[in-house]
């Protein structure tokens, strides 16, 4: 089975940019998509289900043109959560908790902090929030996907001397990432196969980063301890480039 998770920055955009025929070809099972940015009237869903995506979740935020989350399955989605009592998750559609053949799939569009100080004070809280989200899910076949908007380690930003402690790269969201990788107890399945140093998943669109490869990987497939062993591959799909993001494509035993 393959779940790809793809900060797309613009369902429409994407769309214009030949996604469709992307996804047709890549063939994932599941596709967890952040920052949709677009609601259901504003885009042709039935583009989806014309390639093999009966099932859809769509949740988009209040505000027109931002944020957003979705799920396209090639199976049944079920027992599906989109809001949780709070402010920021709910009014941004920020998360999207759902069953899927037997998984539990968590998928997430962490805020950026890199506006101003008080939305760095938002995803904080966001953090501890999610924590609490999730505890349900550690036991259970659970994947936790999404754009995080976290560097977790030196090797994952491409200038961690003069980017440390800059949002996105703070001691409090690194020790948070800790956190999910240990007490937690959920795996970081693209370092199980990769630990090399250069591999980012988000470039800015500014002074040719994507060329230079002067990026950050913070888009995320995590999976608890009782999927672990059947994870056979995380990878990262640079080619694809419909998005400032690249997708991460996992691949499990079914």
Not at 41 to 69: C, H
Request: aromatic share 10%; hydrophobic share 40%; proline share 5%.
């Amino acid at each position: 089975m393959k779940i790809i998770s793809y900060n797309i920055n613009g369902i429409r955009a994407a769309v214009r940019k030949g996604i469709i025929d992307w996804l047709s070809a890549v063939n994932a099972d599941i596709v967890c998509l952040q920052e949709i940015k677009a609601t259901p009237e504003q885009i042709d869903l039935s583009l989806f289900k014309s390639i093999g995506y009966q099932y859809i979740v769509w949740n988009p935020a209040q505000k027109k043109g931002y944020s957003g989350t979705a799920i396209l399955s090639k199976f049944p989605v079920e027992n599906i959560k989109t809001q949780f009592n709070d402010a920021i998750i709910d009014k941004e559609g920020r998360i999207i908790v759902a069953e899927i053949n037997n998984l539990t799939v968590v998928n997430a569009y962490f805020p950026s902090g890199a506006a101003k100080p008080e939305r760095q004070q938002i995803k904080l809280e966001f953090l501890k929030k999610y924590i609490q989200i999730i505890q349900p899910c550690k036991n259970r076949e659970t994947i936790l996907c999404g754009d995080f908007n976290i560097c977790h380690k030196p090797i994952d930003i491409h200038d961690p001397i003069r980017l440390n402690g800059v949002p996105g790269f703070t001691p409090e969201e690194r020790q948070w990432m800790d956190e999910i990788t240990t007490d937690e107890g959920f795996v970081d399945s693209f370092r199980n196969f990769n630990q090399a140093p250069g591999n980012y998943t988000w470039w800015s669109y500014m002074a040719k980063a994507r060329e230079r490869n002067a990026g950050w990987r913070i888009d995320y497939q995590l999976v608890s301890k009782t999927l672990n062993s059947k994870v056979i591959d995380c990878k990262h799909l640079v080619k694809a480039a419909h998005s400032d993001h690249c997708p991460v494509l996992l691949t499990i035993e079914e």
